[in-house]
């Protein structure tokens, strides 16, 4: 379905989330539509919760896949709105130029830094929250 959208209405970007939200779905085509003359923006927002490995090393060989992670939902950080993207280093440049000055605060900093040297409340949060098994 995405791939025959991007060859239909040609957008520029393209955003996905895997797994999708609220049905726990993958992306199944994601080699395909990397295929294409378009940015792929992927939302891993819930991939901890999932089975399927994340696609944020397939950075590396797309130059147009970029890759985006929340804490809100593996660390419980909602709140905050702190997270990281996995970009193309030759879209670096740009996306230096567009970065709001203090775009984390320093409370969001510190929490995330703190959950990810405690992998053991990661793991908690993702027991916790019991997966995204796609509905039925």
Not at 14 to 24: A, M, Y
Not at 72 to 93: I, N, Q, T, W
């Amino acid at each position: 379905m995405p791939r025959r959208a991007v060859e239909q209405h040609q957008p520029k970007m393209v955003f996905l989330t895997s797994p999708n939200n609220p049905d726990g779905s993958m992306m199944t085509e994601e080699e395909s539509i990397l295929a294409l003359p378009v940015l792929v923006v992927l939302d891993e927002a819930y991939i901890e919760f999932s089975d399927q490995a994340s696609r944020i090393k397939w950075v590396q060989q797309y130059p147009n896949l970029v890759v985006l992670r929340t804490f809100s939902k593996s660390a419980a950080l909602a709140g905050l709105r702190v997270g990281y993207g996995a970009f193309p280093l030759p879209m670096m440049e740009y996306l230096w130029r567009a970065k709001q000055p203090y775009n984390v605060s320093v409370a969001a900093e510190v929490a995330a830094c703190a959950a990810l040297t405690n992998m053991d409340y990661l793991t908690k949060v993702v027991t916790l929250g019991g997966g995204t098994n796609p509905l039925p």
